[in-house]
Every structure is written in structure tokens, then in C-alpha cells.
């Protein structure tokens, strides 16, 4: 993984502060209202139980948040991006040949 590039690295450059703000705003907002958390909300105990599931759950999000973010800096690492979409590519093509 030393051979990645720095600027790949970088939390911020890739997409911006804008972005990742109304992502998560985008994020929030259709989570909050989805049916699995209306559920939850009804099926709590009490108001402070909802409040600190869906905190909890909110913190649980963010951690899974990272790990599609963690493999494709790995697969980035591992496979030069060139190789592997050459290859997929060719296959895709070879595919079609067939059909």
C-alpha cells in the first residue's frame, strides 16, 4: 500500500466539503423518515429509549460507512486501476461476442 498515491488518501479532496454535507444531510433525512426506523421509534419503550437507539444506530452507520470507502483503497493498492478495468473490459467484450 505504500506505492498508493497521497492525494488518494486525502478524506476531502476527492469530492469536497459540499458533497459530504449534503450527503449526509441526503443521508440523515431518508434514514430518519425510512420504515424500519419508524418502526423502531413505535416499538421503543419510551422517548429516551428511541432517542438513544437511534443514536446508537446512527454510530453504528458510520462505522460500516468506511468499509466500502477501506476496500476499494485496498483494491486500489493491490490492482493498478488500469489493469483491472483493461480486464473487465475484455471480458465484457468476450461476453458479447458470444450472446
Given at each position: 500500500m505504500s506505492h498508493i498515491p497521497?492525494?488518494?488518501m486525502d478524506f476531502i479532496s476527492g469530492i469536497g466539503w459540499k458533497t459530504i454535507i449534503s450527503l449526509i444531510i441526503m443521508y440523515t433525512?431518508?434514514?430518519?423518515?425510512?420504515?424500519?426506523?419508524?418502526?423502531?421509534?413505535?416499538a421503543a419503550k419510551d422517548e429516551k429509549t428511541a432517542v438513544l437507539g437511534s443514536l446508537l444506530?446512527?454510530?453504528?452507520?458510520?462505522?460500516?460507512?468506511?468499509?466500502?470507502?477501506?476496500?476499494?483503497?485496498?483494491?486500489?493498492?493491490?490492482?493498478?486501476?488500469?489493469?483491472?478495468?483493461?480486464?473487465?473490459?475484455?471480458?465484457?467484450?468476450?461476453v458479447l461476442l458470444h450472446m
Open positions: 497521497a492525494q488518494k433525512t431518508s434514514f430518519a423518515v425510512g420504515q424500519e426506523a419508524i418502526q423502531k421509534y413505535f444506530a446512527a454510530l453504528i452507520f458510520c462505522v460500516f460507512a468506511f468499509i466500502p470507502a477501506i476496500l476499494g483503497v485496498i483494491a486500489y493498492g493491490e490492482v493498478l486501476p488500469v489493469t483491472m478495468f483493461t480486464h473487465v473490459a475484455v471480458d465484457i467484450h468476450r
